[in-house]
């Protein structure tokens, strides 16, 4: 089993900045994919950025420019620095990693979620 711990979440007005952190421990082999996604109230849940495998970032359109995941490899820990915080960006933040028990079992795991919200 994996746990992943995030932290970091809160009420920020706009044009502020949040950073997220997210630590996983546990039966780990290898993590093949960790990131964020988020889920505001009646809309579904959507990318908002991640680490690949090879180790490349993928950020969605909508945060470009703004926010920055980074990660702490020997930490198992990922984390986003939001800069320029809008209110299209409250949500809940989930955590997700694609992790590698073993060479032949892998197991997606979610966090428990970290409100942001951003609002004057």
């Known amino acids: 089993q994996v746990q992943l711990v995030e932290s970091g979440g809160g009420l920020v007005q706009p044009g502020g900045s949040l950073r997220l952190s ?36 993928n950020h969605a359109d909508s945060v470009k420019g703004r926010f920055t995941i980074s990660r702490d490899s020997a930490k198992n820990t990922v984390y986003l620095q939001m800069n320029n915080l809008k209110p299209e960006d409250t949500a809940v933040y989930y955590c997700y990693a694609d ?22």
């Not at 032949?104 to 795991?109: A, G, K, P, S, V």
Request: proline share 5%; glycine share 10%.
């Open 99 to 120: 992790i590698l028990h073993s060479p032949w079992r892998r197991t997606d795991y979610w966090g428990q979620g970290t409100q942001v919200t951003v609002s004057s």
């Open 22 to 57: 997210c630590a996983a421990s546990g039966s780990i082999f290898r993590i093949n994919t960790m990131g964020w996604y988020r889920q505001a109230p009646e809309k579904e849940r959507e990318l908002v950025a991640v680490f690949s495998p090879g180790g490349s970032t």
